[in-house]
C-alpha cells in the first residue's frame, strides 16, 4: 500500500509495508524539482536514515530495473 500527497514544493510518496514476519519500516520519497528524498525510520538506531538521488541516478535507477546483469551507460538527452 502507498501514499501520494502534493505539497507547495515536492510529491511525497510513503510506501507502507504490509505486515509480515520481517515487516520493514515504512519508506518515505519525496521528489524534489532537482533532487529525490529517499527516508526510512531505524528503530535500532534511533534515527532516520536518509539517501539523496539526483535526478540523474534516479533515470539510472529507473533504467536499470528492466535490464538484465551487466554495465551500462545511459545515453544523455
Known amino acids: ?3 501520494i500527497e502534493h505539497e ?3 510529491t511525497v510518496v ?3 509495508d504490509e505486515p509480515a514476519v520481517h515487516r520493514q519500516e515504512d519508506i ?3 521528489a524534489f524539482e532537482d533532487c529525490v528524498v529517499i527516508e ?3 528503530p ?3 534515527k532516520v536514515q536518509k539517501i539523496t ?3 540523474a541516478q534516479l533515470a539510472d535507477l529507473t533504467a536499470a530495473l ?3 546483469e551487466g554495465v551500462y551507460s545511459r545515453k544523455k538527452p
Do not use: C, K, V, W
Open 1 to 3: 500500500m502507498f501514499t
Open 8 to 10: 507547495f514544493d515536492a
Open 14 to 16: 510513503t510506501l507502507l
Open 28 to 30: 518515505t520519497i519525496t
Open 40 to 42: 526510512q525510520d531505524n
Open 44 to 46: 535500532r538506531e534511533g
Open 53 to 55: 538521488l539526483s535526478l
Open 66 to 68: 528492466n535490464l538484465p
